[in-house]
């Protein structure tokens, strides 16, 4: 006899069917390594297309300072427009205000 036959055969199906569920499993927690892979992958992808546009977007000085000029423009018209009006102008809360000792010294020169 070669061994085999002395084996309890319920015995035997329980190690098949133990051995086919651990199988199972790592094919299961493989898979999910591949899809966690694959979806982190992705995601850096996106998160550098994301980076280089926000860098583009924020980054580009002369765009910036294109905008700023265009917001000093637009102070100034609506300024004119008060000035039109005798509405008191208000000043721009990005311009510096005059010091004080300038304007003194102005009322002095001129009287």
């Known amino acids: 006899m070669d061994g085999h036959d002395?084996?309890?055969?319920?015995?035997?199906?329980?190690d098949m069917t133990a051995f086919v569920q651990s199988l199972l499993q790592q094919m299961i927690l493989f898979k999910l390594i591949n899809l966690a892979r694959n979806a982190f992958g992705d995601l850096v992808k996106e998160l550098n297309?994301?980076?280089?546009?926000l860098s583009n977007a924020f980054l580009d000085g002369n765009e910036l300072d294109?905008?700023?000029?265009?917001?000093?423009?637009?102070?100034?018209?609506?300024n004119d427009l008060r000035a039109e009006m005798g509405v008191e102008s208000t000043p721009s809360p990005v311009a510096p205000a005059k010091p004080k000792e300038e304007e003194s010294s102005k009322e002095e020169g001129s009287a």
């Open 6 to 14: 002395s084996e309890d055969p319920k015995q035997s199906t329980a």
């Open 49 to 53: 297309g994301l980076s280089n546009c």
């Open 66 to 78: 294109e905008m700023g000029n265009r917001i000093n423009e637009l102070e100034q018209s609506i």
